[in-house]
């Protein structure tokens, strides 16, 4: 009877630890960005109003911003996000491999520590329409077309 409760106990315990499908972080997001959109981008040029701005405003910019982080990197604009701070600059215009937003989001992905930490992780299709982008230059235009909405 005892080694019966132990083994249920065990279970229970497991099934806690188990992401929820409410949870804050879900193992794996949706694609922001439409059928065709996602098309487009590995077809020909990534676009950053058409492409990377949506997916930056949906799963990125909520927490990477100024109020969220302060004194560390933002994902508002253009400005700070190339900016390089202790760690390194979130984008490397050119250089995926030295972009702390490409780098961390794929070595989270590997470990526990998921990255976006709250809400949907990108998607495979997200993850490379953004590393696409970076390597392409990371075009981002001024003013407000290039201002990221914080959706909280």
């Known amino acids: 009877m005892h080694s019966h409760w132990h083994s249920f106990l065990c279970v229970l315990v497991l099934a806690s630890c188990a992401t929820p499908p409410d949870s804050e972080t879900k193992p794996m997001g949706e694609n922001v960005l439409s059928?065709?959109?996602?098309?487009?981008?590995?077809?020909?040029?990534v676009d950053f109003t058409a492409h990377v701005k949506p997916v930056l405003e949906a799963k990125c910019v909520m927490c990477h911003n100024r109020e969220a982080l302060p004194g560390h990197g933002s994902l508002e604009n253009r400005k700070e996000a190339v900016r390089s701070g202790a760690l390194g600059a979130y984008i490397v215009?050119?250089?995926?491999?030295?972009?702390?937003?490409?780098?961390?989001?794929?070595?989270?992905?590997q470990h526990a520590s998921v990255m976006p930490a709250v809400g949907e992780r990108l998607t495979k299709d997200e993850y490379a329409i953004l590393t696409k982008w970076v390597k392409e230059g990371a075009q981002w235009p001024a003013g407000k077309a290039g201002t990221l909405k914080i959706i909280r």
Do not use: D, F, Q, R
Not at 35 to 45: D, F, V, Y
């Open 93 to 109: 215009p050119g250089h995926p491999e030295s972009s702390l937003l490409v780098a961390n989001v794929k070595t989270a992905h």
């Open 35 to 45: 059928k065709e959109a996602i098309h487009a981008a590995k077809t020909g040029p």
